[in-house]
């Protein structure tokens, strides 16, 4: 009997079609600001916090071009790992609740030292395709997938 093969890399880019969704979901939720009748001031604070939320989550979330933006996945001897331009590999464990279907894969994560529970999310267009379909294979047949980081 052969020996499982715990080494996988890849590493993925900025989708297109995912920052038009997000785009479309904001256009909506300005839109929504204009037709309800609100106050003047809350309409305000809406569109105010709908633009911060822009200026913080196309740079790392969607566009990845924040140092800090996750984009690549490493599986090893010792564990998960994600990668980042500011920190390099750093080791992770990954939670239950991850998603893997084959529109998109929703890697939620929880780093060395931290309670936060953090999110990634890799659209099929930011992948290869055999390199997707090779990613949610490990990320739902791995054993120990949800181990904590060594």
């Given at each position: 009997?052969s020996s499982?093969?715990?080494r996988?890399?890849?590493?993925?880019?900025?989708c297109?079609?995912?920052?038009?969704?997000?785009l479309?979901?904001?256009?909506?939720?300005?839109?929504?600001?204009f037709?309800?009748?609100?106050p003047?001031w809350?309409?305000?604070t809406?569109m105010?916090l709908?633009?911060?939320?822009g200026a913080w989550?196309?740079p790392?979330?969607?566009?990845?071009?924040?140092?800090?933006?996750?984009?690549?996945?490493r599986r090893?001897a010792s564990?998960?790992r994600l990668?980042?331009r500011?920190?390099?590999?750093?080791?992770v464990?990954?939670?239950?609740?991850?998603l893997?279907l084959?529109?998109?894969?929703v890697?939620?994560?929880?780093?060395?030292?931290?309670?936060?529970?953090?999110s990634?999310?890799?659209?099929r267009?930011?992948?290869?395709?055999?390199v997707h379909?090779?990613?949610?294979v490990?990320?739902?047949f791995s054993?120990?997938?949800w181990?904590?980081?060594?």
């Open positions: 009997m499982p093969n715990n996988f890399e890849c590493r993925w880019q900025a297109g079609q995912l920052l038009v969704a997000y479309l979901a904001q256009v909506f939720a300005l839109g929504s600001l037709v309800l009748t609100v003047l809350l309409a305000a809406g105010f709908c633009l911060i939320h989550t196309l790392r979330h969607l566009l990845l071009t924040h140092p800090r933006a996750f984009c690549g996945l090893d564990g998960w990668w980042n500011a920190d390099g590999w750093q080791p464990q990954l939670c239950p609740d991850s893997a084959p529109m998109i894969i890697l939620r994560f929880r780093l060395r030292g931290e309670r936060r529970v953090r990634v999310c890799v659209p267009g930011a992948l290869a395709p055999d379909r090779r990613l949610r490990r990320l739902r054993r120990r997938r181990a904590a980081p060594e």
